[in-house]
């Protein structure tokens, strides 16, 4: 299995620009999860998804933020506009209905606003 | 509001030596997970436990759970250099979905020769 597959891995942008990160999660996972992983906050839970459908999204930061999944097999997180305490890692992870299975993460995006 | 504490943040071990990291959390789960982050990487799934007294041995890292006293804890057997890495546990709010893990904010390992 190719696992959770992230992109773009690196992100350099300016601030006010809009930024798309992406995330493919595993097949036949029918959980997609956002996190973002500062050095201050540590790992932070943004929003999740479960069969495409948003449950959760109390942990998105502010209107900048937004998610979608428009598929089983693709999300999207969208920042607009950037700002400079957006910069962080940003993890998709996916996982199987099944409580006793542990969420699969992918590889990340170091995101950077300028 | 659930919280989970780890402890110690930081652990510094020589080669071959034991040592244990602790996860407290504040409210009652039945579910509660061990990752490993190597630095610039993702998170790997280490050990699922899922029930009170559940103990899972994995090489020399293993992983027990007591629900009553809300508390896991990950023992490090001859300590390795490989094992350098930062440990994170997560926990579930009972009968909570999946979204609902908590995580605690790590403890990282260096392992000295």
């Known amino acids: 299995d190719a696992g959770v597959i992230q992109s773009p891995r690196h992100e350099v942008t300016e601030m006010g620009q809009e930024v798309t990160l992406r995330c493919k999660p595993i097949s036949g996972h029918d959980y997609l999860f956002w996190y973002r992983q500062t050095m201050m906050r540590g790992l932070e839970l943004l929003i999740y998804f479960n069969n495409n459908v948003p449950i959760d999204d109390s942990g998105m930061p502010e209107d900048r933020f937004s998610a979608k999944m428009p598929n089983a097999s693709f999300s999207t997180l969208k920042i607009q506009p950037s700002e400079p305490r957006d910069s962080a890692v940003y993890f998709c992870?996916?996982?199987?209905?099944?409580?006793?299975?542990?969420?699969?993460f992918g590889d990340g995006t170091r995101l950077s606003i300028l | 509001e659930l919280k989970v504490e780890q402890n110690p943040l930081f652990l510094s071990m020589q080669e071959g030596k034991n040592y244990t990291i602790y996860c407290n959390y504040s409210t009652t789960s039945d579910r509660l997970y061990w990752y490993r982050q190597d630095p610039g990487k993702s998170l790997e799934s280490l050990f699922v436990l899922l029930s009170n007294g559940a103990v899972k041995q994995e090489g020399r890292l293993m992983a027990s759970l007591d629900t009553k006293a809300r508390l896991s804890t990950l023992h490090i057997t001859a300590a390795v250099h490989d094992l350098s890495a930062t440990y994170f546990c997560?926990?579930?709010?009972?009968?909570?979905?999946?979204?609902?893990?908590?995580f605690g904010k790590g403890t990282k390992l260096s392992v000295k020769p």
């Open positions: 997560a926990v579930a709010l009972y009968g909570g979905s999946q979204g609902n893990l908590i």
């Open positions: 992870a996916s996982s199987l209905h099944s409580s006793n299975q542990p969420q699969h």
